[in-house]
């Protein structure tokens, strides 16, 4: 794998810029690779598997560099209620629990399918 200087320099920066840690391991790994290290070297002096280093050298050839300083995980992917809403249905039912009401699994699901039914911006399938 070729870089241009360029490419190896914006790199080397990244590599000293702490605000880019948590992507550390990603950069090294192309700028290893870069260097002529073998997928085994870099899974060595990395402490990673070859799917990392695989996925990683995949993402940079077809994305670019800013594909690599992207966070993948997390997220509320599958949300049907806004933070906002979610909090105001969750602060009822702490209220009811700090006031020594019992709050069960099965209440607080059957209050959610209710909630989501209510809302207009959401279209679910409520499961019996």
């Not at 870069?34 to 070297?41: A, I, L």
């Not at 995949?58 to 997390?74: P, S, V």
């Amino acid at each position: 794998m070729k870089l241009t200087n360029e490419e190896t320099q914006k790199i080397e920066q990244l590599l000293k810029d702490s605000s880019y840690a948590k992507y550390h391991k990603r950069l090294q790994i192309i700028y290893f690779r870069s260097k002529g290290k073998s997928y085994k070297e870099i899974m060595d002096l990395l402490d990673c598997n070859k799917t990392t280093v695989w996925r990683s050298l995949k993402k940079y050839k077809e994305f670019g560099l800013e594909a690599l300083l992207q966070e993948t995980r997390g997220g509320r992917h599958r949300e049907y209620m806004t933070y906002e809403e979610e909090q105001a249905f969750l602060k009822r039912h702490i209220e009811a629990a700090q006031a020594g009401e019992f709050v069960t699994v099965n209440q607080l699901f059957e209050a959610y399918q209710k909630r989501l039914v209510a809302l207009p911006h959401v279209m679910v399938s409520i499961i019996s």
